[in-house]
T-cell receptor, first 111, second 111 residues
Framework: QKEVEQDPGPLSVPEGAIVSLNCTYS??????FMWYRQYSRKGPELLMY????GNKEDGRFTAQVDKSSKYISLFIRDSQPSDSATYLC???????????FGKGTLLTVNP | DAGITQSPRYKITETGRQVTLMCHQT?????MFWYRQDLGHGLRLIYY???????DKGEVPDGYVVSRSKTENFPLTLESATRSQTSVYFC??????????FGPGTRLTVT
């Protein structure tokens, strides 16, 4: 079993929809949880990170972590065609800076 | 631009040849990483380095060699390239445990 599981999709939504992306993890040592966005033929870019359980909001994006159920979520409000990308979740214990990534979910937002 | 350059950006080589992929950071961050990204597998860690002259294996190190004589450079060498090493290779730097910044990637094809 991979340490971070993520539904690969693909996920297709109309513009303006609320998008929910989810991951589960198995490593109890994870303290940091990240979401990366990767456009086609580009490197991943850090979107948001959360430390331990809780919510974090940044504009249209909300990251949520529930350590009791080992569940990571990213919500995108008022989705835009420019949000079309692959979204990768990741977890880290923090001690050696290593991240464990999910396989990514391909999102398409249709105008 | 996260201050990371990778070269070459595209490479075609033949089975059995030695290939070196270069990664350079304009910063002086201690931690550097090499990943490969393949359809169906996501990002997989090959090697990482905590400082100059300190390297360690990741998830898929077989067939690869790294060195880090200078903090800013982290080359990855395929000693004898195989078709299974056809992939997109990303280098990353990590200023904090929850932040990794990726280079633009190198697309390697082994024929």
């Amino acid at each position: 079993q991979k340490e971070v599981e993520q539904d690969p999709g693909p996920l297709s939504v109309p513009e303006g929809a609320i998008v929910s992306l989810n991951c589960t993890y198995s490593n109890s040592a994870f303290q940091y949880f990240m979401w990366y966005r990767q456009y086609s033929r580009k490197g991943p870019e850090l979107l948001m990170y959360t430390y331990s359980s809780g919510n974090k909001e940044d504009g249209r994006f909300t990251a949520q972590v529930d350590k009791s159920s080992k569940y990571i979520s990213l919500f995108i409000r008022d989705s835009q065609p420019s949000d079309s990308a692959t979204y990768l979740c990741a977890g880290s214990g923090g001690s050696n800076y290593k991240l464990t990534f999910g396989k990514g979910t391909l999102l398409t937002v249709n105008p | 631009d996260a201050g990371i350059t990778q070269s070459p950006r595209y490479k075609i080589t033949e089975t059995g040849r030695q290939v070196t992929l270069m990664c350079h950071q304009t910063w002086s961050h201690s931690y550097m990483f090499w990943y490969r990204q393949d359809l169906g597998h996501g990002l997989r860690l090959i090697y990482y380095s905590a400082a100059a002259d300190i390297t360690d294996k990741g998830e898929v190190p077989d067939g690869y060699v790294v060195s880090r004589s200078k903090t800013e450079n982290f080359p990855l060498t395929l000693e004898s390239a195989t078709r299974s090493q056809t992939s997109v290779y990303f280098c990353a730097i990590s200023p904090k445990p929850y932040e990794q910044y990726f280079g633009p990637g190198t697309r390697l094809t082994v024929t």
